[in-house]
């Protein structure tokens, strides 16, 4: 028997409860494979402002790197919007990237042919899309030095720095062509090299690197043409890369092919082992949905595939992740739906129905 460590953060709104159902699955996978997980849980977000006056401890980073992997649900909500805060709940989430060394966030974007008419875009257009957008997680906007704002005679000011390193650039490029490898063989650099000298050298070095890697196609799209064709030709792009910014808001944009940030897993990965594998951090790309919490209504699936990406990315367990991600695509084919993707002849499940759903089909 195998056993690995995991840390589960389920944090605010709905996360407790999708964090529930991927707990669920996982444990029809010790028993079909043989594994033991062995679980250890910290608050987070805004339960652990609320708690510990922190949205991450250190004692929640020091049980993360003691662990093979982190399993995080979503942090957030109305209670702790206010702008001027000190702390924040998403110090939790930008903390433990930073204190694990996590630089490349890997969102898988797939349309399943059962949910095609569940996008508001066209089959026609929808069809064979299949795409992973690696997003750079620790540079850019959201770290750049100075960041502050202040008031003068003039009302009020802010400023926040777009800065990155031919370092950070070139190991997220690595990430993408490697990945491409095992995939359709194109890399789609997407920049903003027209305006900006960030850009400008983003896309030097991603064509340095490329040379690296002459049986992969790399192209060059900005990325406000970029966000034009992931509705346009959804279909022809295979890996995309690109910055902190751009990725965050090109992700949410992809999502909606797939029909709902329900249905999309994330990874946050760090240096490789020569195996491949080494400590990640999973979640949904979804929010914490405080106006549904509690009422059975939020969609598992996409934590139960960040939980599937775990197993195969850090723990280094393919067939498990296998199964887990054929035992989602039995559920949608045989047409069972949570509310955010309900459509006509769909069979209603809620939260927990959803996750026994994959469970049993994992142990069948």
């Known amino acids: ?13 709905i996360g407790p409860e999708v964090i529930e159902e991927a707990v669920k699955v996982l444990g029809a996978v010790e028993k079909r494979f043989g594994h033991e997980f062995r679980y250890e849980e910290e608050t987070i977000g805004g339960a652990a402002i609320d708690r510990y006056g922190v949205a991450l401890r250190p004692e929640t980073v020091a049980a993360a790197r003691q662990s093979q992997a982190v399993l995080f649900g979503a942090v957030g909500g109305p209670k702790w919007d206010d702008p001027r805060a000190a702390v924040r709940p998403e110090d939790a989430i930008l903390g433990l990237r930073k204190q ?15 949910m095609i008419d569940q996008s508001t875009l066209k089959s026609g257009v929808l069809g064979g899309t299949d795409m992973v957008v690696i997003r ?12 502050r704002r202040w008031e003068n005679a003039s009302g009020r000011q802010a400023v926040d720095t777009l800065r990155y390193s031919e370092k950070e650039v070139a190991r997220v490029m690595h990430v993408a062509f ?29 064509i340095e690197v ?79 949905a405080p106006d549904i919490v509690g009422q059975r209504k939020a ?57 026994s759903l994959v469970a049993e089909r994992l142990g069948a």
């Not at 966030?105 to 059962?114: D, E, K, S, T």
């Not at 490697?178 to 995939?183: I, Y």
């Open 210 to 288: 490329g040379r690296q890697y002459p049986d992969i196609e790399l192209e060059h799209i900005l990325v406000d043409a970029c966000a034009m064709y992931l509705i346009r030709r959804p279909a022809s792009f295979d890996v995309i890369v690109t910055e902190n910014m751009f990725g965050d808001i090109l992700t949410d944009e992809a999502a909606m092919l797939a029909g709902s940030m329900g249905m999309m897993p994330s990874a946050s990965l760090g240096r490789r082992r020569k195996d491949g594998t080494g400590i990640g951090l999973y979640e949904p790309i979804h929010g914490s």
């Open 1 to 13: 028997m195998s056993t690995f460590r995991i840390l589960l953060t389920p944090g605010d709104g």
């Open 178 to 206: 490697q990945l491409a490898r095992g995939r359709r063989k194109k890399v789609t650099s997407v920049d903003k090299a027209n305006v900006l000298r960030t850009g400008q050298m983003w896309r030097e070095v991603a």
């Open 100 to 114: 694990l060394g996590l630089f490349a966030n890997l969102r898988p974007v797939r349309v399943h042919p059962a």
């Open 299 to 355: 969609n598992p699936l996409a934590t139960i595939l960040s939980a599937a990406m775990m197993l195969r990315l850090s723990l280094g367990l393919e067939a498990e992740a296998a199964a887990i991600e054929a035992a989602v695509d039995a559920v949608i084919r045989d047409g069972y739906r949570t509310p955010d993707i309900e459509g006509p002849g769909a069979r209603p499940a809620d939260t927990a129905k959803m996750g």
């Open 136 to 147: 750079e997680l620790t540079g850019g906007l959201y770290f750049g030095k100075p960041k």
